[in-house]
């Protein structure tokens, strides 16, 4: 009997340290490396398995790893730069390529804001860079130095759109991170402003990378000096900026209230250094030291200068502005609010809107920084049709892994391993047993994004398996994504939920592949919003106000053949592209309109003096017969006007230009050539 005995403890030890021995290895097998987790948590792996049901089939294949989806969205953005062929505003032109022009060439215009300080070098630097790499490969032709700057924006917007993505992602999951992607890229308004030479473009896009690297409550933390730098960064190319940042800012502060110093400090640092970097590249343009943001902010908001080119009601962006550049997007915005548990981001945009409506000069374009994140709640409402059960688990996601992590502990998860290397786990809350579901958590407490799935799956390397599962399968599908390991025990297991917990109705997994909501439905509002958006965006693109744009090819053809060419822009202010889009250092001049900063009475700029007697004004400055300008470009609606003057000089018509289909004021419906 006593050899017996000690036979069984003998076999008992033995089967003891086996089983410690091969959980030391399931462990080990488990771990995930560095690089892995922070794929993770940059939300660049693939579609999710229930997204695969409702995605279109190249989106599916462009989507498949971080670097397929940047290439796929640089090319997109390419394509579209080609397609800008029409004119939006002047700023496009005269507060960027036209500075960086005169920098590298030595000719071309500065306008009035340059004189007086309140512009920054560092945007227009960029291209500034560009024209002089052109120049030093002797490849400065017209073509190029057009299409370049656009690409090197289309670019900055390509990374923008990345960044929507992974945004969206880290707030929600992947899978809303692609519907907020789709709705990003099919937005009239930002297929019509993404590659154009703006800064509100490109604050557009530091505002979307630096609201990723914003370190969210209860979402793993970023580089924090990423976010602050990107903030500054867009502070001083459009100082205006600040209105979106600062109550992120403060908040920012509140929560790093323990570290506030620290924090005060980073601030103070990146800030300065960021300062210095912007007055270093304005002295270049301006010959001084300077801070142009604080001149920028002193006229055009503390002065209000920006009225005397036009003023609006104070609800003008909530009856037109907002409704205009959301078009089909607007409706699943607000469902997206209305659905969705989170509400920062809807509060940010709320805020920019309401202090941009305090302001009397308002534009379109001013509200382009807070379209990514309208496009965030838009995805969440698609999002929600395909999985409206999924609703408290990717669109609530307000816990942090931490805390996943201590809820999972809280239910003694207690795996253990027999003899056949199968892996079994044993939830015990009281008397009764409750199962983990496929996704990796109780359904009770699924409130936490994919990527954060796996992440805690790979720490805990807890799963249900009622079948017997090799466990080197199990540990090798941990390295992949959440879907990848869902679908692989979806096929392999029977899934059956008992005690208080049990997975009952539409929560109950029936396939590797299901889908809950109405999938058909998201597809027809993308079809929705595609109908609604695509044409506005192609309109706008390619027909409406082109020009203003194409008349200045004629000129540079005819510079060509004429290097004594003298013209005239009879038009409002900044209707054309200047020397950026010639090349010709040739003599031009256009009616100029520069506010009244100097508080004369009874003030009117030169191109309102025009317009009030043309042909006075004209007299005026054209005195002798050799000093008549041997091209006049204007709309076609002054042409009776100044019909008396044309004959009498012997003007004709040399060029006609289409320009838009809804001529307006001093906006006529076609660009007019006059020569002599």
Known sequence: MKENKSTTMIKRKRLKSSSLLQRRKQIKMCRVPEE???????????????????????????????????LGLLVFRFINTMMIQTWYVPDEFWQSLEVAHKAVFGYGHLTWEWKQGIRSFSYPGIFAIAYKIMEFLHIDYRIPLIKFPRLIQAYFTAVGDYYVYKLSSRLTSPRVGQWTLLCQVVSWFMFYCGPRTLTNTMETVLTTIGLFYF???GKPRKAEWKFISLMCISFIIRPTAAITWLPLCMWHLYLQRKELLKTILAYTIIGLLALAISMSLDRIIYGEWMISQLNFLQLNV??????????????????????????????????????????????LVAWTIFIYSLLSHKEFRFLLPVLPMCMHYCGCFLHYLCNPNDSANSIANTDSVENQEQKTAKMNVRPTFDNDK???????????TDYITDSGIDESDKIISEHQHTLLRHRKCSVKITDTVKANDVCSDSMQASDSITGSLNQETTHQATGPHQVTGPHQVTGPHQVTGQPGLARWLMLFLIITNMPLAFYFSLIHQRGTVDVMKYIHDSAQRNQHLNVYFLMPCHSTPYYSYLHRNISMRFLTCEPNLFLIPNYKDEAQQFYDKPIKWLNKHIQRQADLPSHLVLFDQLLPRLQKFFNKHNYKECARYFHTHFPEDRIGRQVLVKCR
């Open 422 to 432: 199968s892996v079994s786990t044993d939830l015990q809350t009281g008397s009764s």
């Open 215 to 217: 370190p969210w409550p």
């Open 302 to 347: 503390f002065n209000n200068i920006g009225t005397f080119y036009g003023s609006h009601p104070w609800y003008w962006y909530l009856t037109q502005g907002f409704p205009l550049i959301m078009s089909g997007h607007l409706i699943l915005f607000f469902l997206g609010v209305w659905k969705n548990k989170e509400k920062h981001l809807f509060l």
């Open 36 to 70: 892995v987790k922070h794929e993770i948590d940059e939300a660049d792996l693939g579609i999710p398995e229930e997204l695969n049901e409702t995605s279109i089939p190249v989106i599916k294949q462009i989507m498949q790893s971080g670097s397929k989806l940047f």
